[in-house]
């Protein structure tokens, strides 16, 4: 039985898809817990604050090294006009002030 380590508590749920998404995409099982809560809900609560991401103890460390490399606050967004990637503190496209675009399910 493989130890598991909380790799980051207290995220919120947009945050935690996104690592969850970058983490996996590099060969790193994420188990995201907290989840089950919302059930078979369509739309995600966006005060969602109680999401945990959970590791193998043995990728535990190349799991911190991933987060630590995005050096973001944020899931970056890009512009639909240019696509440029824009940081999430950016209100607007830096490249040509297109605002990011809300999907809507
Ligand atoms: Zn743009």
């Known amino acids: 039985m493989e130890e598991r ?3 980051v508590a207290g995220g919120n ?4 898809h996104t690592w ?3 983490l996996e995409a590099c060969g790193i099982r994420v ?6 809560l919302l059930g078979g809900v369509g739309e995600l609560p966006t005060d ?6 959970w590791v193998s103890e043995s990728e535990l460390r190349a ?4 987060l630590a490399g995005l050096d973001v606050e944020g899931p970056r967004w890009q512009c639909l006009q240019c696509h440029e990637m824009n940081e999430a503190s950016f ?3 830096w490249h040509c002030g297109a605002e990011p675009s ?3 399910g």
């Open 91 to 93: 209100e607007l496209c």
């Open 20 to 22: 969850k998404g970058l």
């Open 31 to 36: 188990e995201l817990r907290g989840e089950a």
């Open 48 to 53: 969602m604050q109680n999401v945990e991401l």
């Open 102 to 104: 809300q999907s809507h």
């Open 13 to 16: 749920l947009l945050q935690a």
């Open 5 to 7: 380590k909380c790799l």
């Open 63 to 66: 799991a911190q090294a991933q």
